[in-house]
């Protein structure tokens, strides 16, 4: 009975480091496909697609941060105070500030969103640029989520 005990362990062990070697296989990212997938997804090649990948960015001026001129830092001075309430200390009113900065991001990118289904008529260059705000909320949302978790 011992035996039958030791050649299971045996054959759980092979079985398990099996797996393992498997596994390792699936995400290592050194099998030939891989390296030859690499090599063809290297991005544009010609000055003409570099020069289009490169503004891909300011399409919408979403990538760049919001610009904090007297208006924005008004409304975002007043969001925090009122997020932070009248007893905040230091370190609260810094996360009410981030929440308020990621809140104003936030109703940016909604107002680009709005502006862009106002022009949709069935074109489908608008519908990819009005899905690509999608990835540029869900990063203001979650900085406004980390923001008020600070609290």
Excluded: W
């Amino acid at each position: 009975m011992g035996q039958v005990a030791a050649n299971s362990a045996h054959e759980l062990e092979a079985l398990i480091s099996t797996i393992r070697t498997a596994a390792s296989r699936g995400r290592g990212g050194s099998t030939p496909n891989n390296r030859a997938n690499a090599r063809r997804s290297t991005g544009p090649r010609t000055a003409l697609g570099k020069m289009t990948s490169s503004r891909n960015a300011f399409r919408h001026g979403l990538s760049c941060p919001l610009s904090l001129g007297p208006d924005s830092a008004a409304k975002i001075e007043g969001i925090a105070l009122v997020v932070a309430g009248n007893g905040a200390g230091q370190e609260q009113l810094v996360a009410a500030v981030e929440f308020a900065h990621a809140q104003l991001e936030v109703l940016r990118i909604r107002a680009k969103r709005a502006e862009l289904i106002a022009k949709i008529v069935y074109n489908t260059q608008e519908l990819r640029r009005l899905a690509a705000l999608d990835r540029y909320e869900r990063y203001a949302l979650t900085e406004r989520r980390r923001a008020a978790g600070k609290f």
